[in-house]
């Protein structure tokens, strides 16, 4: 009929093709030539990287909270090591988690050094754990208290998750100490070379000007060995990992996780495996913390005792 204002069937595959990278349409071309069977695997992977689309919007959410602004710190220079600069772990981690979400617009920026309370008015990302991170160590402490909450609340305040034993009476390359984690209290078994872990720490960012208007988030990844810090990148990219951590945190302003390494490539640095999620609440006085720091930048220990062994 002349009245019907329906698009048009070429208009339609016209604006169905402009959503599609070139690679998908070759592979689409191919298989609706090749038939049935063909179109439906090609119809199932689109739907697959629907789906995984959507993963990462969730893991985005849950993760790093709203934008628009994404800073983040690596860990440099583990006094530990003779290798120097930003560890190759975090290194990786950090190419995970831009690799995944710079496609969708987000832009990351380093935090070097505080400037001013500015600098960190969005979310944080904190990637490698109390040892070769400086910031991450004001958060997850030295194996006992966290500086920043105990500073904050003016108490001793321990993490349900943290590590233990990071301290060697030499902190210098060839005296790195068995570190260990401990887990509501109880120390979680790290004694084989292939048992590795992760651990998420996610909280307000206490430090943003905008703190109680948007979520923004201190978001600390910290692995017990090289492949914990990597095993963000898979963590982002399952649904069903991202899901459980969603339906066990989703309550709480602050929680930690601690996520095991089931498999891992034959030099044990590279996770291909994750599972075993476990997550403990931080019920924490955010908004007293906040008061306490909100003219601060970041709150740094005097006395922090592998700040002498930073080479930074």
């Given amino acids: 009929m002349s009245g019907d204002q329906s ?30 069977p063909a179109w439906n695997a090609y119809d199932n992977f689109l739907k697959n990287k629907s789906i995984l689309a959507e993963n990462r919007e969730f893991a985005k959410e849950l993760l790093l909270g709203d ?23 975090t290194r990786d981690a950090l190419n995970s988690v831009m690799g995944v979400y710079e496609l969708d617009g987000i832009k990351f920026t380093e935090v070097d050094r505080c400037i001013d309370v500015d600098i960190i008015d969005g979310t944080l990302v904190l990637l490698g754990g109390p040892v070769s991170n400086m910031y991450s160590r004001q958060i997850l402490g030295v194996g006992d208290k966290s500086y920043l909450f105990s500073s904050a609340l003016k108490k001793s305040v321990n993490l349900p998750i943290y590590f233990e034993n990071i301290l060697s009476a030499h902190p210098s390359p060839g005296h790195k100490p068995n570190y260990r984690i401990v887990f509501d209290g109880r120390r979680i078994s790290c004694n084989t070379v292939d048992t590795n872990y992760l ?26 060995n090289g492949s914990g810090t990597r095993a963000i990148k898979n963590i982002i990219e399952n649904p069903t990992i991202v899901n459980i951590l969603h339906e066990k945190s989703k309550n709480y302003d602050g929680w930690q996780a ?20 476990k997550v403990l609440p931080l019920h924490l006085d955010y908004d007293t913390v906040r008061k306490n720091v909100e003219h601060e930048c970041f709150l740094i220990d005097p006395h922090d005792p592998l700040i002498e062994a930073d080479r930074s």
């Fill in 7 to 36: 698009p048009k069937p070429k208009k339609l595959l016209a604006n169905v093709l402009l959503n599609l990278s070139r690679r998908d349409v070759m592979i689409g071309i191919g298989s609706a030539l090749a038939g049935g």
């Fill in 67 to 89: 934008g628009p602004n994404y800073f983040y710190r690596t860990a440099t220079n583990n006094p530990y090591s003779y290798a120097t600069g930003t560890t190759a772990p």
């Fill in 199 to 224: 651990v998420i720490t996610s909280f307000p960012n206490v430090f943003s000007p905008s703190y109680g208007v948007f979520n923004h988030r201190i978001l600390v990844l910290s692995g017990l």
């Fill in 258 to 277: 601690l996520i095991k390494i089931t498999r891992t490539d034959a030099t044990g640095q590279f996770p291909l495996a994750v599972g075993g999620v």
